[in-house]
């Protein structure tokens, strides 16, 4: 089973930027797809991006196409979440999340992954 440890987050005015790590350990890296939620305060947890173990495909919400990117070392065995352009509705508690057995059509559930990080506070100020 793999451990995942978010870092990064923290407080940057609007159009800033910032970089979230995922560390994983305990399991093999590269047999784990990896993807990164956001939870606001009081709302649901909404998905922000994946990354296909098999080819390096990356899959992004509309809402962050074009400003985030989601990358991974899998020798260093972690993964990354740049974040260009900041707006304050990014705000929001952001979680790495693993799964060694994705359903491509429903990436964005977060009901397919099995392992989570305890996520990482990122605020944005106007």
């Known amino acids: 089973q793999v451990q995942l440890a978010e870092s990064g987050g923290g407080l940057v005015q609007a159009g800033g930027s910032l970089r979230l790590s995922c560390a994983a350990s305990?399991?093999?890296?590269?047999?784990?797809?990896v993807a990164w939620f956001r939870q606001a305060p009081g709302k649901e947890r909404e998905f922000v991006a994946h990354?296909?173990?098999?080819?390096?495909?990356?899959y992004y919400a509309d809402s962050v196409k074009g400003r985030f990117t989601i990358s991974r070392d899998n020798t260093k065995t972690t993964a990354y979440l740049q974040m260009n352009g900041l707006k304050p509705e990014d705000t929001a508690v952001y979680y790495c999340?693993?799964?060694?057995?994705?359903?491509?059509?429903?990436?964005?559930?977060?009901?397919?992954?099995?392992?989570w990080g305890q996520g990482t506070q990122v605020t944005v100020s106007s």
């Open positions: 990354f296909r173990r098999n080819g390096g495909y990356t």
């Open positions: 999340a693993a799964s060694r057995t994705i359903i491509m059509s429903s990436i964005g559930n977060q009901h397919q992954y099995n392992y």
């Open positions: 305990g399991g093999t890296f590269s047999n784990y797809d």
